[in-house]
């Protein structure tokens, strides 16, 4: 065993990617998971960095003009006055806290102190509603909540023995026993009274847990996925190096707060490279406010979901005068059509990566490398990922089950699935861990994502991607988005049906229909080319994946509003 100290472990292992972050057959063999016996990230790692360091940590830049920036040094102080506090209201060490705040400094203020304590952070987006919010409390047995004040009603019906924590004014005055019972709120502003101090009531083992997340749910119920003080800290040096940070970067990553994306990159991520994190909050999508936001803060690297990409090229992305010198995407795979426009508009290309709630992310395309279109990638360090045989569950198929090799015991995977030992067994059989997506490997050991188990189908005996059919309908001006799932055929079992969004200038209706069909003609094999088209609005979770089960029912229901390829030829 080493006796290099956490800190100094986590560094050497932080430098090396930093130093072949654009080297990746050296990055790749070379690195090695720090792999500490004790370790808290915000203590080991972030006070340290922030001793002394008057660069910007935290840049948050409000729809009103208002800017909030706080120096690294400035955040370890803030974190440690909102541990002392929460500490004297009762947070011990494996407490459950259901934190819901938007993109204010207090998110990550509690995010840093509830690590100072050893406290589990259960994150939950603000959009959530009481039955969601109940499923948390009850199976994350939360005993502290902390919310926006305008968020407490939804806590009104929900009973329980938990702290109930107000950011901002409580939108019932103090809530003194308001009618459900469930007591009086405590301002969390009174954190800022306490010392700047921290001292630890004890230490941090690497697998004590800190994280439970429900995951987004586009398939089933929301699974729970318990993280150590390693599995995202450590694990998120991957991530830093996909994304390709350095120290001193500005990085806007466009996430909801509660979903693992965010904790990726607007937590982990930069402050591990010891880069910006800036925020621009908003109440509507705007890409041209968007693009001035970035000009004015310097930003350096910018990662969005496809879903946000696919509004940005609407705009005119010439007036972005200052182009980020790495630009990435995740969340669902981005298609090709959106990355060429990107690239013919500012110079860069956007480089997908692939990862889980359950992982960091473990396939991606690094700065530097050759690109392939339609490709996610290599691996990234750390993860040795196998394509298993959906059938025979075996390794060594050029198609297959994208799953990680769990013999090097990947630092930035799972615990498991929280109280389902059987989901987590099922999910990490043979030496596997098995992420349910579908992709297919090249000789070059390039990944290209195919889809979800789930969502692969086939028609006329032959298997359709989804994902490829909606790529190439995004080629076509008309769309703005697509989804694409199965829909009943008495000939051929099935046929691709797209849900279609249309861009702006076009109105739905049979006219559009033909020039969408006549497009899938062009473009696509015959077995492959969409026979039914609907225009519609996507379902889509919280955090913004197209809901595809969803769609699936609605299809196998039938609807009177779709076109039909045969009807209008």
């Not at 207090?106 to 995010?111: G, I, K, V």
């Not at 992982?359 to 392939?372: E, F, R, W, Y």
């Not at 990944?447 to 994902?467: C, E, H, L, N, W």
């Not at 309908?473 to 797209?498: F, I, M």
Request: charged share 25%; hydrophobic share 40%; with cysteine.
């Amino acid at each position: 065993m080493t006796s290099s100290s956490p800190t100094e472990q986590f560094r050497a292992a932080r430098d090396f990617l930093l130093e072949h972050r654009e080297d990746y057959a050296t990055a790749y063999e070379g690195f090695a998971w720090p792999r500490p016996e004790h370790f808290n990230w915000a203590l080991d790692w972030f006070d340290q960095v922030a001793l002394g360091n008057d660069r910007l940590a935290l840049h948050i830049a409000e729809e009103d003009g208002r800017h909030t920036r706080l120096t690294f040094e400035r955040m370890s102080a803030r974190s440690n006055q909102a541990a002392n506090w929460l500490r004297a209201q009762g947070v011990r060490a494996g407490d459950r806290i259901v934190v819901m705040l938007g993109n204010q400094v207090e998110l990550w203020e509690t995010a840093l102190a509830a690590m100072k304590l050893r406290a589990v952070v259960i994150p939950a987006t603000p959009l959530l509603g009481p039955l969601d919010l109940r499923d948390r409390i009850e199976r994350g047995r939360a005993a502290h909540v902390i919310v926006r004040a305008d968020d407490t009603g939804k806590f009104a019906d929900i009973a329980g023995d938990y702290t109930r924590i107000v950011v901002g004014e409580a939108n019932h005055p103090n809530h003194p026993n308001h009618a459900d019972g469930v007591g009086s709120w405590l301002p969390y502003a009174a954190a800022y009274d306490e010392s700047e101090a921290f001292e630890p009531d004890g230490v941090t083992r690497a697998d004590d847990p800190l994280m439970l997340y429900f995951t987004s749910g586009t398939t089933a119920t929301p699974k729970l996925v318990e993280h150590t003080h390693v599995s995202y800290p450590i694990g998120h040096l991957a991530t830093m190096y996909w994304i390709g940070l350095k120290p001193g970067d500005v990085h806007l990553n466009i996430a909801s707060p509660g979903w693992a994306k965010h904790a990726w990159s607007n937590l982990f991520g930069p402050w591990n490279a010891e880069a910006t994190v800036f925020i621009h909050n908003y109440t509507r999508f705007d890409p041209v406010r968007l693009m001035a936001e970035m000009d004015r803060a310097g930003v350096t690297s910018f990662c969005a979901p496809p879903t946000v990409w696919r509004m940005l090229i609407q705009a005119d992305l010439s007036q972005l005068r200052t182009v980020p010198r790495e630009v990435v995407a995740a969340g669902e795979p981005l298609n090709p059509e959106v990355i060429e426009t990107v690239r013919r508009a500012w110079g860069v290309t956007i480089r997908d990566g692939f990862g889980q709630t359950e992982t960091a992310v473990q396939v991606a395309n690094s700065p530097g490398q050759l690109l392939k279109t339609g490709s996610m990638g290599r691996p990234t360090p750390g993860f040795k990922v196998e394509l298993l045989d959906p059938v025979t569950g075996q390794p060594g198929v050029d198609e297959g089950v994208i799953s990680l090799d769990l013999s090097n015991n990947p630092v930035g995977l799972m615990t498991g699935y929280h109280g389902d030992p059987e989901r987590t067994a099922e999910s990490m059989a043979g030496g596997y861990y098995r992420t349910g997506d579908i992709g297919a490997r090249d000789a070059e050991g390039y990944i290209t994502y195919i889809g979800r188990s789930d969502d692969v189908f086939k028609s006329s005996d032959y298997k359709i991607s989804p994902f490829e059919l909606e790529s190439a309908l995004l080629e076509h001006e008309a769309v703005a988005e697509a989804a694409v799932v199965p829909a009943p055929d008495a000939l051929r079992l099935s046929v691709p049906k797209a849900y279609v969004v249309l861009a702006e200038g076009w109105e739905p209706g049979p006219d559009t229909a033909k020039v969408i069909f006549a497009h899938s003609r062009a473009v696509l094999a015959p077995y492959k080319r969409v026979r039914r088209i609907e225009f519609a609005e996507l379902p889509k979770t919280v955090s913004g994946k197209i809901r595809r089960i969803e769609l699936r029912e609605r299809t196998a229901a039938g609807s009177t509003a779709e076109y039909d390829e045969g009807d209008l030829r």
